[in-house]
């Protein structure tokens, strides 16, 4: 839908002169777009073999098509148990990091927007995102360390305090709890700082008004702080909808277990033994379309609504 | 000098409270892992250590210095880091400032075309194969190169320049700049926390990230720090291999693990401090009258 | 503006030089598309030509190899492209067959995507190595695979080491019976030995018990270690652990699961039952397992098992601290690595006398401690298509395959990486630089051997006492023969591929794993649902697609035998 051009004086803009002022822009988008051509789009060409029969020898423009009309793999993916399963809890854990993870970091970048000590709040923000440079394996090995139902420290101490062991990490439902758990924590301080940027960009003569008109804290929290993160956060959450059955493979696959693998499998892991150790290329592929076709769908609908709330989408 | 009514010094402190609590548990591994690194291997193995070291040593670190192969990786990851920030950040503001304007032909469709990108990957072959006839294989420059631009980034950055009010923008057209004088006059100066914010994004992403170097990167002496890592701490398939092929590797000591992490941890926390300063409130608005 | 016209160029050229690869690798894709039943047909021509080229076992032009060899990124290793080891095999095969040898490194821990990524890009080197058959079996089924059949008999006559080592049952092992391809060659075990057993000694001899011979004694001694955990451990008596396993049970108290198989069972159960090398679907495993389940269930068991990952190296650390009483593992488990094994770590942090030793414990129905091993064979080496020098590649199997090459490759130099003992045995230590073997007995050269193997066979024997630096070579020995006793050693059975074995053998193996441990860790009451819902998964994912066409594969070749012939 073609805007209608601005007129300044009362004459025709032709190409050629829409061309001498715009041809610095298209000159400055070559570079990323050409990067974006070679290096993404190219491979792209590979996404094929999710309706080819895949033969390590033959290019991918002679292997043959799979049966079904090519959707073989989506439907042997799709009849499998597992995968079903793994669907489910990728979704499942996603949610669930949403809904407690996503507000997390926007409640912390809020409370240290109050702290009115510099020095302090600095340290607090180089504290709070240390857990994200910790390596998901050192993580768990950390968490089985306290929350292991024998020798967790965490366990040791309800025992003497005569309680039960709570099974954190071995028994289904509390694995969730754990992992959301962890999740949160890991992510929480390296989040806010995308918002403390913004907050950064919030003019403080607002405030400064809000004061002068004897807004109390919660109410300047309200009327001015958030309202100047929401575009971040609506952008933030499109995006992270976006990823609805993405998942990282390091986290997940750290923290699976024997006991709690009904819970604990994920696309990912499970791609990861079927498909890449199990060479079975083209079921990876397949899977891999499912999971960018239904984050495409998640990311308009959410683009979508945005925009009909009245908000800047992420175009 | 505002006065604060108690109820509102009470908020305050409560905040800091929180903070407080929230720091302790941020912090607690990390001085587990230290104390690790600095105790004697035999209390590491009866897993007596929790916050303070015991058998106090720091052999772990001097063995860490001491090896080349470390040494080495952490002046070339950090040199790697520097270099892949700065184009990172010049890739990005490229892509997504000319994106801010409406009138700019063609712009959905260039939108579309990013956003594709984010969601649809081929997966490690295709990606193989292209870095090899693009000769980057065993190249420095594979871990350059291909990892230049996230559209997730510019997305953020673009956000951001959609919050610089269009008035800026449109006084300077009527002076007569042209669009890059406006990027470089107007937008980059005000964008100070953007910048730093994604500088952080990419140099984090850069230092952490290995599994480019795993899969394109067989000359040892070009190997992130991180990868180093990785295979320490890969001990994801020893086991199976123990058993399999009859014979276990060496492990390395357990306070030894702890020193190498710490060793490749440090360095890219301390950056943040560093960037805080451009986390300035209000630099953007002394120039407009709402 | 110039840089940019530049980028636009260089951009333009990529993206046709993309276009004209995919051009190039259509005419190679091909060309070894059609290839795998003419590729054999093909070469066989060309070395028709070759065979009378050699003169002496040598080649007249200098022909050129690429060997893969597992980067294990071991801290400390040498460089496994070029070392020690390296340099002698390539002045060897130099000199011997005038073939030049380059080894392409591959890292141990991705070695399957790196080898589909050197596959892919046709980059892949001549001669592969791999544990896994169903990989070469997905391989050979997309084309990528060379039919060795050919080569091993036309060029026997060149081959005399590797005919000697490995003899008909390697090389043919995986030969099919039906078109007679021969996808892979099969790499020897020196040895057979496999799971033993360990107690505490010093345990033992301070509760004034003797070592159990039944499992009934087993228990009690587990019963015992628990009651008396003060006497043994003081004040860390919370953290006694008499028998721990690992979430990977089924290796873990092997020698407890295969008590409970029948030790005459026929070759055609076990083989119907065997895709599984835990022997998870074999009859008699749910009965150990439920005795393990009764003892997790008493307490005398590491509580924590299943949550430990197999990278984690907590249970070996409670081992080396004092607080496991008994444990199954590889026979030689407390003795690996020398200063930081097991066993020394005991020494060093309980006591002179505390040591871990091997025994026999758990008694079949025939009252013997039968161990049902594998077959000789270990690792599968195959040919990709792009393997231009067949024949090059079979002489350096050959060259590899050589006892007095095998044994330089396994000790190195006297002073070096071993010494010399006075009855001849060689005690093997710790080596500097580029000596270090970053796998041990250096298999990852020796390619068709697993374990020590010298020219003399006595020296051998008196030498594995002494591999292990550290450790009593008497407690080696016991161990070496226990693990020798009452073998059942697994036949090769030949009936063809198993097309239901392709592509599912890691989830199975998942799946497997967590039937075991979920079933161990179940209430008394619980265990038998927990197991029956747990095999029935595992045979719905596949399992038992594999049991029917075994079974019907078994049956179309020996007709209504149970045995082989």
Redesign the interface.
Known sequence: MK?Q??VVPQRKTPFSV?MK??W????????????????????????QIAFKK??????I??MPLAANHGFEYFIKAFNN??FLYALRNTLTLNLLDLVVGFPAPII?AL??N????KR?K??????????????W??????A??LF????G?VNMLIKDLGGEAIPF??EPAHWVGTYIGLGV?QS??WNS??Y??????????LYEAA?VDGA??FKKMWHITLPGLK??II??LI?NL?NILGSGFDRPF?F????V?RVAEVISTYVY??G??????SL??AV??FQ?VV??IF?LLANWLARKLGE?G?? | MKVKSTSAKIGDWIFVLICVLLSVICLVPMINLLAKSLSHTDYLIRNEIYLLPKGFNLDAYTTVLHDMKYVRAFFWTAFLTFVCTIFSLVMTTLCAYPLIFEKLKGRSAINVFITITMFFNAGTIPNYLLMKSLDLLNNPLVLIVPSCLSVYNMIIMRSFFYGIPDSLRESAEIDGATFFQILTKIYVPLSKPVFATLALFYAVGRWNGYSDALMYMKNAKYYPLQLLLYNILNNINQVEVATQEGFSAPGLSESLKAAIVMFSTIPILLIYPWLQKYFIHGVTLGAVKE | MKKKILSILLACSMVFSMAACGGNTDTQGSATGNGTSTGGAASGSTDEKTTSELVDGKFAETRKIVVEIYDRGNDGGSDPTNNMYTEYIKKGMLEDHNVEVEFKAVPRWTEVEEINNLLAAGDAPDICVTYSYPTIQTYAQMGGVLDLSQYVETYKADLPNLWNWLGETNIYWDKDPDNGTLWAIEAKLAVSNRVLTFVRQDWLDKLGMKAPTTKAEFENMLVAFKDNAETLLGADADKMIPYSVSYDVGWRAATLIESFLDPDMSDKEYYINGFDDRKLTQNGTKEAVRLLNKWYNMGLMWNDFALYGSGDTTEDSMMKAGYVGAFTHNWDYPWRNGEDSINANLKRQVGEDAKFVAIDCFEDSKGTYTKFVSGPIDRKIFFPTTNDEPLASMLYLDWISDPEHIQYLQIGDEGVTHTVADNGAIATQAATGDAIMNSGMNIDYTITCNGLKLVDENITNLSRALAYPGADPDDIVNAHTLANTNLRIGKNVNVGAITAEEGVGDTLSSKRDIVYDNAVVASEANFDKVWDDGIADYLSAGGQAIKDEREEKWNAAFGDATQLP
């Open positions: 805007k051009k601005k829409y002022r715009y610095q822009l298209y000159a400055l988008l070559l570079l990323p777009l050409t990067y974006l051509l070679i290096f993404k789009y190219i491979p792209m060409a590979y996404i895949y033969s390590i020898v033959e290019s423009w002679e148990k597992d912390f409370i240290l109050e702290i009115c000590f302090f600095r340290v607090v923000q180089t504290i709070a995102y240390m857990p994200h440079f910790l390596s394996v050192i993580v768990y090995s950390l089985l360390q292991a139902p024998d020798a420290l990490l071995n924590w929480f301080g700082i995308v403390l940027a913004a907050i950064a960009g919030i003019n403080p003569e004061s109390g804290r575009p971040t952008v933030l995006m976006g750290a699976q277990n024997n006991l693998m033994k079927v890449i150790k199990g060479l079975q290329f990876t592929t891999g379309l960018s984050g495409v990311l800047r992420i175009w």
